[in-house]
């Protein structure tokens, strides 16, 4: 009895068939990747805003008191990051990893380099006004308010300041995640008006808050909506309560 084979058109037809599913599912399995990876990263927001809180439940309701910016005559040893008092809180560095970042950065402050910065690595920034000291008490809405964002991965800064500190009166919004928009310049700000620019967690960015709850948005819900995006005094729930700079 002769054996049968498929024919070409058969296994042309498999062929097509696979290609057709596989073309259906991988975005659907990139999809659920990413969704992961966002959930990931919103646990350690959360992580992170908590070991904030039992901070401040230990030292009279304030924030740690940070040292980011190295004077003359002091060495990276002096460096005291805002997220090393946490480590007894959290005792996992990972927590500090966006599992999306892999990339080095390319701009340093002037004390620091690459070499650097690896051992003393965060994929998020720190709101400066909860960088020196202060107090929670001192905020009114503080489930609207601001205190963990995610650190433009070319940027190794640590903190930024929602309130008129660059040369040219604008806030620091260019430390944020917005893939590679000019710093310090609103109008060419990728977040807002770039429309290639997605967010690195499915459009937007996860953000702590300062009641200590976690919540994902897009860079531009984080902004006032009464006033125009691109306004150099829009801080939106980066500075809640339009609060003056506080003292490094």
């Given amino acids: 009895m002769a054996k049968r084979a498929f024919t070409l058109i058969e296994l042309l037809v498999v062929i097509a068939i696979i290609a057709i599913l596989a073309a259906i599912l991988f975005p659907v399995f990139a999809q659920a990747k990413a969704a992961a ?5 919103l646990s350690n927001h959360k992580q992170i805003a908590t070991a904030i809180m039992l901070y401040a439940g230990d030292y009279d309701d304030r924030v740690c008191a940070t040292h980011h910016d190295l004077e003359t005559g002091e060495t990276i040893a002096d460096l005291y990051t805002w ?5 007894p809180y959290i005792k ?3 927590i500090f990893r966006d599992p999306v970042v892999s990339s080095n950065p390319t701009i340093f402050p002037s004390f620091m380099t690459l070499n650097d910065w690896l051992p003393n690595r965060t994929d998020y920034l720190i709101n400066g006004y ?21 650190r433009n991965p070319s940027i190794a800064f640590f903190d930024y300041h929602p309130w008129d500190s660059a040369p040219d009166g604008q806030w620091e919004r260019g430390f944020l995640d917005g893939s590679g928009y000019t710093i310090g310049d609103v109008n060419t700000d990728s977040q807002v008006v770039d429309t290639k620019n997605k967010g690195r967690h499915i459009g937007g960015n996860n953000y702590s808050f300062a009641d200590g709850h976690a919540k994902w948005f897009k860079f531009t819900q984080t902004l006032n909506p009464s006033l125009p995006i691109d306004a150099v005094n829009n801080w939106g729930m980066h500075n809640i309560d339009n609060k003056p700079p506080v003292e490094e």
Avoid: C, V
């Avoid at 990876?37 to 990263?41: A, E, G, N, P």
């Avoid at 997220?83 to 480590?87: A, E, V």
């Avoid at 020196?132 to 205190?147: F, N, P, V, W």
């Fill in 37 to 41: 990876k966002k959930t990931q990263d």
């Fill in 83 to 87: 997220f090393t008092p946490l480590q």
């Fill in 92 to 94: 996992n560095k990972q």
């Fill in 130 to 150: 909860f960088a020196h000291g202060q107090s929670l008490t001192e905020y009114d809405r503080i489930a609207e308010q601001i205190m963990i964002a995610e």
